[in-house]
């Protein structure tokens, strides 16, 4: 069973900078391309998508945070991060990462097996910006 930790949340004044990350617990005899997407809430509205990167790197960001957040990825770690400068009290939110992976086994009797794992959810990071 394939798990997605996250970590790096926290508080930080405004203007300040924090870095979150989604690591995917797959197993090391298997090498992966990663993709997905963060998502941030606040409690009374609705998710939404902060920014995505897909498995050629190429990105997406909402318009909220574009020039402030850098979403990144490293496919031999199995990791998905976002980086975020110029942190503003609206940017608080539980941030949540989306993650797929296309694997494939590498050495022993599997070798060459492919494996895909989907809409795997990390669970919550909580970020929280004062003034």
């Known amino acids: 069973q394939v798990q997605v930790v996250e970590s790096g949340g926290g508080s930080v004044q405004d203007g300040g900078s924090l870095k979150l990350s989604c690591s995917a617990s797959v197993s090391e005899d298997k090498v992966c391309k990663i993709d997905g997407t963060w998502y941030r809430q606040v409690p009374g509205k609705e998710r939404e998508s902060v920014s995505g990167?897909?498995?050629?790197?190429?990105?997406t960001y909402a318009d909220s945070v574009k020039g402030r957040f850098t979403v990144s990825q490293d496919h031999a770690k199995k990791t998905l991060s976002l980086q975020m400068n110029s942190l503003k009290p609206e940017d608080t939110a539980m941030y949540y990462c989306k993650v797929e992976l296309e694997c494939r086994v590498v050495g022993g009797p599997f070798s060459g097996e492919r494996y895909r794992y989907l809409d795997l959810w990390g669970q919550g990071s909580l970020v929280t910006v004062f003034s």
């Open positions: 990167i897909d498995t050629d790197g190429r990105t």
